[in-house]
């Protein structure tokens, strides 16, 4: 029921029917612009789930001659936000019953929202951390914080119901979104992942560049928005 | 109790280029037309400036154009054997969801089928023998022909304002152009795109090899241009934000840019937005559908009665509504007989992946459809005999702009996925690593089909479409062929490391996003037995439906479907309009 409350609300949201006849139905100035994240504390995550997460964001995303690391590029705070938003409600997803395992070329069939599944995650690990080693994963050195990656990137870290495999693609999926997404969302702090790659961001033009076959070219890239949390 | 609206000459279901250019032909003849639409009013400029439209996480990543598996999923499982699962999450079914449909956010491909693909059985069987057939293949010609199709084809690429060279014009080869082409009567309305780094190094490499490529022909203007209905595009600025996005230059092609401003000019048309057609009504005698029922935002039901009934959603969604609307005999699977939700089929990719030493791809600059193609291993276009199959693919390379976020697992083999070791690869790679690839053709076969899923339903609860289908024998063969084609072309174009790559080499899965070309379910053809629509896309059972999309396609063509889709409807218009409302009945004798 909970699942149908939600596939409901999520639909109605974005259905009204209205009937357009014999004009284009815009005002001057009514553009769907794009929504900066907010600035402000946390908004889902919890500060020990933060930690962790920077942590593991340090990991994935070190600091390196190529660009700051993946903590003080933000990716902490655009999952935050991407938690607290559509994408962690799974707004979008297909949540009615029956569950059940399927096929891999079926794919998930998880009855978690992603904001749900980091809850539950975060907590395993905390668990195993402290079990294994007495402390959170962001106190541990980097080492013993890399083994502990690749043994759920490899399946073989043990986290009670909590699949550490399916985790560790969600968490390395959204750090890497937060890493090279538009600054609108939070992360990409400075454009830093576009200078590393030498990708020009938002911009939309480059008529004049076309020509320039197999050259380097060094654009300064363009943001959306410039916001930095 | 059902609202009931006024009665319209026609009732279009789903606003994308079927829907459009079906209104387009239907009111500029006079007709009252309505189109009822499940998404949102989009429009160029308003929707995607470039302060809205380069965004990769909303658009790409997010899928925010495309209709939410929430709002309609479909189950799934590879054989009949299985129990079919609802795709959950965001899958290579694309469906479009807003006014311009699939054509708002598609790449801009803009291709004519060859002569072979809409016969492929007459043809076969003249040149190989039926026995080039693997078992349970569904190989039917479509009962419409390139030739019929020719003048639909130029109408097309003429309002989308299409740039590419003729390789054939009235059977003359023409230099640059595709020389395996049907013979065309024009040109294309615009010269093809700019050229990149990457197509001039496929292109050196394909010659090195005897083959011929060609620029693919491009729903992206290159230049400025005013197509037929009086809409003005503006020239594409290879931005590369185009599959997935909308365009806010008036440079891809789509129903939005191209035949939307012209209908909205008309007192005769009217779109009724974010409401969801259901099923159409028929009469009791079965014989003719009396309009649509649809729901809107508070779940009120409505009917639009309408004397005409043209489905044009996406290609799925049209058989379901065929499905739901009792109309035609669903297929069974057991018994191999009925044909609503039978001759399904997908599209082959393979290939190889492939990474330079040191080059410059810039490939972040581009468009979507700008790409170089050789279509030597299409179709029919090379000897089949002895190789098993039939079919082929087009093989190529794409500068339609790379996005970081998407292109992150693009590495070579060995690399690891994050740390220093990532970063450093990664940004080799994002100018170094770029595909070659081949996009098949694919037959169906007895055993993939579409019917309605036992378990799941929507936020209606009607019973989703579900899919059961695997790649078979035939796909597996042509893609193999094409996967060694492919290495050797990026073996000639110098890659230091070449990766063979092949969609169809396991079992099929939605979450490989090689292809989103569904196809067929609801087909055209010359015999009621084998097909639910005649060479008019006219239903055989209720004479004023007509469906319109790449459902009505018995096979695919190693190509993109959207300019045949295109055709096609021009054609069902044409026939509509000459034809049915001089003499409404079936317009070919079952």
Same mark, same amino acid.
């Given at each position: 029921?909970?699942?149908?409350?939600?596939?409901?609300?999520?639909t109605?949201?974005?259905?009204?029917?209205?009937?357009?006849?014999?004009e284009?139905?815009?005002?001057?100035?009514?553009?769907?612009?794009?929504?900066p994240?907010?600035?402000?504390?946390?908004?889902?995550?919890?500060?020990?789930e933060?930690?962790?997460l920077?942590?593991?964001?340090?990991r994935?995303?070190?600091?390196?001659?190529?660009?700051i690391?993946g903590?003080?590029?933000?990716?902490?705070?655009?999952?935050?936000?991407?938690?607290?938003?559509?994408?962690?409600?799974?707004?979008?997803l297909?949540?009615?019953?029956?569950?059940?395992?399927?096929?891999?070329?079926?794919?998930?069939?998880?009855?978690?929202?992603?904001?749900?599944?980091?809850?539950?995650?975060?907590?395993?690990?905390?668990?195993?951390?402290?079990?294994?080693?007495?402390?959170?994963?962001?106190?541990?050195?980097?080492?013993?914080?890399?083994?502990?990656?690749?043994?759920m990137?490899?399946?073989?870290?043990?986290?009670?119901?909590?699949?550490?495999?399916?985790?560790?693609?969600l968490?390395?999926?959204n750090?890497?979104?937060?890493?090279l997404?538009?600054?609108?969302?939070?992360?990409n702090?400075?454009?830093?992942?576009?200078?590393?790659?030498?990708?020009?961001?938002?911009?939309?033009?480059?008529?004049?560049?076309?020509?320039?076959?197999?050259?380097?070219?060094?654009?300064?890239?363009?943001?959306?928005?410039?916001?930095?949390? | 109790?059902?609202?009931?609206?006024?009665?319209?000459?026609?009732?279009?279901?789903?606003?994308?280029?079927?829907?459009?250019?079906?209104?387009?032909?239907?009111?500029?003849?006079?007709?009252?037309?309505?189109?009822?639409?499940?998404?949102?009013?989009?429009?160029?400029?308003?929707?995607?400036?470039p302060?809205?439209?380069?965004?990769?996480?909303?658009?790409?990543?997010?899928?925010?154009?495309?209709?939410?598996?929430?709002?309609?999923?479909?189950?799934?499982?590879?054989?009949s054997?299985e129990?079919?699962?609802?795709?959950?999450?965001?899958?290579?079914?694309?469906?479009?969801?807003n /006014?311009?449909?699939?054509?708002?956010?598609w790449?801009?491909?803009?291709?004519r089928?060859?002569?072979?693909?809409?016969?492929?059985?007459?043809?076969?069987?003249?040149?190989?023998?039926?026995q080039?057939?693997?078992?349970?293949?569904i /190989?039917?010609?479509?009962?419409?022909t390139?030739?019929d199709l020719?003048?639909?084809?130029?109408?097309?690429?003429?309002?989308?304002?299409?740039?590419?060279?003729?390789?054939?014009?009235?059977?003359?080869?023409?230099?640059?152009?595709?020389?395996?082409?049907?013979?065309?009567?024009?040109?294309y309305?615009?010269?093809?795109?700019?050229?990149?780094?990457?197509?001039?190094?496929?292109?050196?490499?394909?010659?090195?090899?005897?083959?011929?490529?060609?620029?693919?022909?491009?729903?992206q203007?290159?230049?400025?241009?005013?197509n037929?209905?009086?809409?003005?595009?503006?020239?594409?600025?290879?931005?590369?934000?185009?599959?997935?996005?909308?365009?806010?230059?008036?440079?891809?092609g789509?129903?939005?840019?191209?035949?939307?401003?012209?209908?909205?000019?008309?007192?005769?048309?009217?779109?009724?937005?974010?409401?969801?057609?259901i099923?159409a009504?028929?009469?009791?005698?079965?014989?003719?559908?009396?309009?649509?029922?649809?729901?809107?935002?508070d779940?009120?039901?409505?009917?639009?009665?309408?004397?005409?009934?043209?489905?044009?959603?996406?290609?799925a969604?049209?058989?379901?509504?065929?499905?739901?609307?009792?109309i035609?005999?669903?297929?069974?699977?057991?018994?191999?007989?009925?044909?609503?939700?039978?001759?399904?089929?997908?599209?082959t990719?393979?290939?190889?992946?492939?990474?330079?030493?040191?080059e410059?791809?810039?490939?972040?600059?581009?468009?979507g459809?700008?790409?170089?193609?050789?279509?030597?291993?299409?179709?029919?276009?090379?000897?089949?005999?002895?190789?098993?199959?039939?079919?082929?693919?087009?093989?190529?390379?794409?500068?339609?702009?790379?996005?970081?976020?998407?292109?992150?697992?693009?590495?070579?083999?060995?690399?690891?996925?994050?740390g220093?070791?990532?970063?450093?690869?990664?940004?080799?790679?994002?100018?170094?690593?770029?595909?070659?690839?081949?996009?098949?053709t694919?037959?169906?076969?007895?055993?993939?089909?579409?019917?309605?899923d036992?378990?799941?339903?929507?936020?209606?609860?009607?019973?989703?479409m579900?899919?059961?289908?695997?790649?078979?024998?035939?796909?597996?063969?042509s893609?193999?062929?094409?996967?060694?084609?492919?290495?050797?072309?990026?073996?000639?174009m110098?890659?230091?490391?070449?990766?063979?790559?092949?969609?169809?080499?396991?079992?099929?899965?939605?979450?490989?996003?090689?292809?989103?070309?569904?196809?067929?379910?609801?087909?055209?053809?010359?015999d009621?037995?084998?097909?639910?629509?005649?060479?008019?896309?006219?239903?055989?059972?209720?004479?004023?439906?007509?469906?319109?999309?790449?459902?009505?396609?018995?096979?695919?063509?190693?190509?993109?479907?959207?300019?045949?889709?295109?055709?096609?409807?021009?054609?069902?218009?044409?026939?509509?309009?000459?034809?049915?409302?001089?003499?409404?009945?079936?317009?070919?004798?079952?």
């Amino acid at each position: 029921m909970v699942a149908l409350a939600a596939a409901t609300v999520s639909t109605s949201a974005v259905t009204q029917a209205e009937v357009i006849s014999k004009e284009l139905p815009w005002e001057p100035g009514a553009a769907n612009a794009p929504q900066p994240a907010r600035k402000s504390g946390l908004l889902y995550l919890t500060p020990a789930e933060a930690l962790v997460l920077g942590a593991i964001a340090d990991r994935l995303i070190p600091a390196d001659e190529l660009s700051i690391g993946g903590k003080d590029a933000g990716c902490v705070e655009f999952i935050d936000r991407q938690l607290d938003g559509s994408y962690g409600k799974a707004i979008s997803l297909y949540r009615l019953g029956p569950f059940y395992q399927g096929t891999d070329a079926q794919g998930p069939q998880l009855q978690h929202t992603p904001a749900e599944r980091y809850r539950l995650g975060l907590a395993a690990l905390a668990g195993y951390t402290h079990k294994q080693h007495g402390k959170p994963f962001d106190a541990l050195d980097a080492a013993t914080q890399d083994k502990i990656l690749v043994a759920m990137e490899t399946n073989t870290l043990a986290l009670g119901p909590v699949d550490g495999k399916a985790l560790f693609e969600l968490v390395l999926q959204n750090v890497r979104e937060g890493f090279l997404s538009d600054p609108l969302y939070g992360g990409n702090k400075g454009m830093a992942s576009w200078k590393m790659l030498g990708f020009p961001g938002a911009r939309y033009d480059f008529r004049d560049h076309m020509d320039k076959k197999g050259q380097k070219l060094v654009f300064m890239p363009t943001s959306m928005v410039d916001n930095s949390l | 109790m059902n609202k009931i609206r006024p009665k319209a000459d026609a009732v279009i279901v789903g606003l994308g280029w079927c829907g459009s250019l079906m209104a387009e032909e239907l009111s500029r003849a006079g007709l009252n037309v309505v189109a009822i639409e499940r998404g949102a009013w989009r429009e160029a400029a308003t929707d995607f400036p470039p302060s809205v439209d380069t965004d990769e996480l909303r658009w790409d990543t997010r899928r925010s154009m495309l209709m939410p598996p929430a709002v309609e999923a479909l189950t799934f499982r590879n054989t009949s054997s299985e129990r079919a699962l609802p795709i959950r999450d965001w899958s290579c079914f694309e469906f479009g969801y807003n /006014v311009g449909g699939a054509g708002t956010h598609w790449a801009g491909m803009a291709w004519r089928f060859t002569p072979f693909d809409f016969q492929p059985a007459t043809m076969t069987k003249a040149r190989y023998g039926q026995q080039q057939l693997v078992d349970g293949l569904i /190989v039917q010609d479509w009962g419409v022909t390139y030739a019929d199709l020719e003048p639909y084809y130029d109408r097309f690429e003429k309002i989308a304002g299409i740039s590419g060279i003729a390789g054939n014009l009235d059977g003359k080869l023409v230099e640059g152009g595709n020389p395996y082409e049907g013979p065309r009567k024009n040109d294309y309305p615009l010269p093809p795109l700019k050229t990149t780094r990457l197509t001039d190094i496929f292109e050196k490499g394909a010659k090195s090899l005897g083959l011929k490529p060609f620029m693919v022909p491009a729903a992206q203007t290159s230049g400025a241009y005013t197509n037929p209905l009086g809409v003005k595009m503006g020239p594409c600025t290879y931005c590369g934000y185009c599959l997935y996005y909308g365009c806010g230059n008036w440079s891809k092609g789509s129903p939005n840019a191209c035949v939307i401003p012209a209908l909205m000019t008309r007192d005769n048309f009217s779109v009724i937005t974010n409401a969801t057609v259901i099923k159409a009504n028929l009469a009791d005698d079965g014989k003719t559908a009396t309009g649509v029922t649809y729901v809107d935002k508070d779940g009120q039901q409505w009917e639009q009665p309408a004397g005409i009934v043209v489905f044009s959603a996406f290609q799925a969604q049209n058989v379901r509504l065929l499905l739901l609307s009792k109309i035609g005999q669903p297929y069974d699977h057991a018994k191999k007989e009925g044909v609503v939700g039978r001759a399904y089929c997908f599209q082959t990719v393979s290939g190889a992946s492939i990474f330079f030493e040191d080059e410059q791809l810039n490939q972040y600059m581009g468009a979507g459809a700008l790409s170089q193609q050789v279509d030597d291993y299409n179709g029919d276009n090379f000897d089949h005999k002895g190789l098993g199959f039939i079919g082929g693919a087009g093989i190529l390379v794409v500068s339609r702009g790379s996005r970081p976020i998407g292109n992150t697992d693009f590495l070579p083999p060995g690399t690891p996925r994050w740390g220093s070791d990532w970063k450093k690869a990664y940004t080799h790679a994002f100018q170094n690593g770029t595909v070659v690839f081949g996009q098949g053709t694919s037959y169906a076969h007895q055993d993939a089909y579409l019917d309605l899923d036992p378990t799941y339903k929507d936020q209606y609860g009607l019973p989703l479409m579900r899919m059961t289908f695997d790649f078979n024998e035939n796909d597996r063969r042509s893609a193999n062929f094409i996967e060694q084609r492919s290495v050797e072309i990026a073996k000639a174009m110098g890659a230091k490391t070449v990766v063979p790559t092949n969609s169809a080499r396991g079992k099929f899965t939605p979450y490989d996003f090689a292809s989103d070309h569904t196809i067929g379910g609801a087909v055209m053809g010359e015999d009621p037995k084998t097909s639910v629509l005649n060479r008019y896309q006219q239903s055989w059972d209720v004479h004023n439906v007509f469906v319109s999309g790449a459902s009505s396609f018995p096979n695919n063509a190693g190509y993109n479907p959207t300019a045949t889709i295109g055709a096609l409807t021009l054609w069902t218009a044409r026939a509509i309009i000459e034809q049915y409302l001089k003499q409404p009945g079936p317009l070919v004798k079952s």
